[in-house]
């Protein structure tokens, strides 16, 4: 595709609730990352997959959190038992290089959370 | 842990006005520095990237950024801003041993015409 694609591009949950949030990377990109965007900061790093193998989870608020990139293609990011601290958006980009931190990641518009 | 600190929260300017935005960042080994955009209601793109070399760099839209090892700083600059310019911008730093990107909290800047 012409970029990174993400949804829903919003959504609401009542707390409590399970959400997944859907990521198309750009084809052909082997490294994806998810990061959380709290009003007015900066995004802050979640999960980082090369290929399907998630070299990186550090960034996880809790268990609640999980991510997958089974087929190394499309990812979920998945948050369980939804709460309040949880609103946010959720952003994923992609990146076509390996070596380590020198390479472009390219973003996706996110998915804004809302848990009421 | 690195972190980015960037000091101006909210920036007003009329259009013609040379612009400044300030980032320095917390790490000791060697680092890569950059300057992500958002315009409203846009996805987070990127303006420019240092990795090695010339510590002047040069981005899109007339921007560029100084690296400053020894001050730790990774400044913005355009020299005649535009009212396209509104945005808010993100100063983010990688390290050669990570691949996350270590964002500051942005910078919002409103140009008037």
């Known amino acids: 595709g012409a970029g990174v694609s993400q949804s829903p591009r919003y959504k609401v949950a009542k707390r409590g609730q399970d959400v997944a949030l859907r990521c198309d990377p750009i084809?052909?990109?082997?490294?994806l990352f998810w990061y959380q965007q709290a009003l007015g900061q900066g995004p802050e790093f979640l999960t980082y997959?090369?290929?399907?193998?998630?070299?990186?989870k550090s960034g996880l608020p809790s268990d609640r959190f999980f991510a997958e990139r089974p087929e190394g293609s499309v990812s979920t990011l998945k948050i369980q038992r939804t709460q309040q601290e949880d609103s946010a958006v959720y952003l994923c980009?992609?990146?076509?290089?390996?070596?380590?931190?020198?390479?472009?990641?390219?973003f996706g518009p996110g998915t804004r959370l809302t848990v009421t | 842990a690195q972190s980015v600190s960037q000091h101006n929260h909210h920036v007003i300017l009329s259009e013609a006005a040379s612009l400044e935005l300030g980032c320095n960042y917390s790490?000791?080994?060697?680092?890569?520095l950059f300057w992500y955009v958002q315009y409203p209601g846009q996805h987070l793109q990127l303006l420019l990237k240092?990795?090695?070399?010339?510590?002047l760099v040069k981005g899109i839209k007339g921007f560029e950024a100084e690296f400053i090892k020894s001050k730790f700083s990774f400044n913005l600059r355009k020299p005649s801003v535009q009212w396209s310019d509104t945005a808010e911008y993100f100063c983010?730093?990688?390290?050669?041993?990570?691949?996350?990107?270590?964002f500051g909290t942005g910078t919002r800047l409103q140009v008037f015409p």
């Open positions: 997959f090369q290929n399907e193998a998630q070299l990186d």
């Open positions: 240092y990795f090695s070399g010339d510590p």
């Open positions: 980009a992609s990146s076509s290089k390996i070596k380590t931190g020198t390479y472009e990641q390219y």
């Open positions: 790490y000791g080994g060697t680092v890569n």
């Open positions: 983010a730093v990688t390290s050669r041993d990570t691949d996350k990107l270590i």
């Open positions: 084809s052909g990109h082997v490294s």
